[in-house]
């Protein structure tokens, strides 16, 4: 299977300036620009992150670039280049591994296209095993300035770029990567931190702080709340806040702004994305603020009462 399959691979990925030199050869060549080099991986693996029995493997392929290009828009770099890594089952009852192996890249060269992002190599296998997927994006930085975690200051805002909550319900297949919100900021306002919420807000802002040595107070009345957290709460026993502060896979991105800045970020990208639910504090750890009062948050997002 490998010759073929490198040679339709070779024929599929679209040329882009960036690469030199791209599938076929022992390792691909970036054209080296005078920025930084962002490079981040993530793995897909059969019944852990996702069921192909269930859902189909262009929706799992278009996942995978997504999360990679997210935490490329968390870090403010342009994406350039992605490597598709795939292990792939040679004793699946319904397809060949061939197939299986080409649905995957077409769904990895579609998404790739839509956000003019190279598929510059990569590497197949077959085995006994489950399918497993793994990529690697590389983007670039501009101005040599990528965001980080670890610059949130106290008295910055917590802003998050759309309403949180019941990806299960889709979005955690559907989304869009905040490449856009990178573009729109990068270069034209200060953002002291930045990353992607994977693994829901109150974790990943908790880790936020941790990183920046702060901590934050969220205004739980100004967490935004999808529609399809609101419908979950009907039936999980939890309340809309609490999905929209743990459910995660929402891949919006997190943001420390001083509040002096916030005014120019409404204007960069419009009250929608640009939503203030907490500021960062002196004081470390996780905390909310309700009626007046100040309380421990758990990292879970579950509200003790
Ligand atoms: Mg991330």
Known sequence: MEQSFVAWAKMR??????????????????????????????????GV?????ITELRRIGRKLVHINLSDLAAMAAIPKALFLSLCVPNNSPNRAADVIAAEIFEAVCQAAEEHQVAVAGGDTNCWGGPL????????????????TRSGARPDDLVVVTGPLGGSISGKHLDFQPRLDVAEALRGKLEVHAC????D???????????ASNCGAILDLSKVPITEAAQQLANTSGRTPVEHALGD????????????DDYPRMVDLLGPQQAIVCG????RTGLWMREGGKILQLAASGFVHR
């Open 13 to 46: 990925a679209r040329n882009l300036p960036q690469v030199k030199l791209g599938i076929g050869d022992d390792a691909a060549i970036l054209q080296a620009e005078q920025e930084d080099v962002v490079i981040t991986c993530d793995t897909m693996m059969e």
């Open 49 to 53: 992150h996702f069921r192909s029995d």
């Open 132 to 147: 497993v997927l793994s990529l690697t994006a590389v983007g670039y930085t501009e101005g040599g300035l990528a965001w």
């Open 195 to 198: 990353m992607d919420i994977s």
């Open 200 to 210: 829901g807000l109150s974790t990943d802002l908790l880790r936020m702080c941790d």
């Open 248 to 259: 995660g896979e929402d891949f919006e991105l997190l943001l420390a702004i001083s509040p």
């Open 279 to 282: 500021e960062f504090t002196s």
